[in-house]
Nanobody, 128 residues
Framework: QVQVVESGGGLVQAGGSLRLSCTAS????????MAWFRQAPGKEREGVAC????????YYADSVKGRFTISRDNAKNTLYLQMNSLKPEDTAMYYC?????????????????????WGQGTQVTVSS
């Protein structure tokens, strides 16, 4: 079965950096667009970034544009999120997701765009 596992979260001071990783198994990784989402306590899950199957197209939420970079290594079945200049408002559980039946993004990801496979999340906490 499909398994998606995130790692790399932690506690960091404002202005610092973290790199999240997500490894997917049980699917043909390079057939899927992949995305990062996040959810803070009491808030809805929001899309952070999406990357097409080849890595050729990327989309970012306005709140992270210029600070976060999404990338993928199809040979390793791994998705990454490099997060720089972190702010306290970036504090959230971060989730990796694979878009079923599509290798392409439809702009900034949303939970209604058919992301069928999700990981359990990795916590990112940014202190001020």
């Amino acid at each position: 079965q499909v398994q998606v596992v995130e790692s790399g979260g932690g506690l960091v001071q404002a202005g610092g950096s973290l790199r999240l990783s997500c490894t997917a198994s049980g699917l043909t990784f390079d057939n899927y667009a992949m995305a990062w989402f996040r959810q803070a306590p009491g808030k809805e899950r929001e899309g952070v970034a999406c990357i097409s199957w080849s890595g050729g197209r990327t989309y970012y939420a306005d709140s992270v544009k210029g600070r976060f970079t999404i990338s993928r290594d199809n040979a390793k079945n791994t998705l990454y999120l490099q997060m720089n200049s972190l702010k306290p408002e970036d504090t959230a559980m971060y989730y990796c997701a694979a878009r079923a039946a599509s290798g392409y993004c439809s702009g900034v990801p949303t939970v209604t765009q058919g992301f069928a496979y999700w990981g359990q999340g990795t916590q990112v906490t940014v202190s001020s």
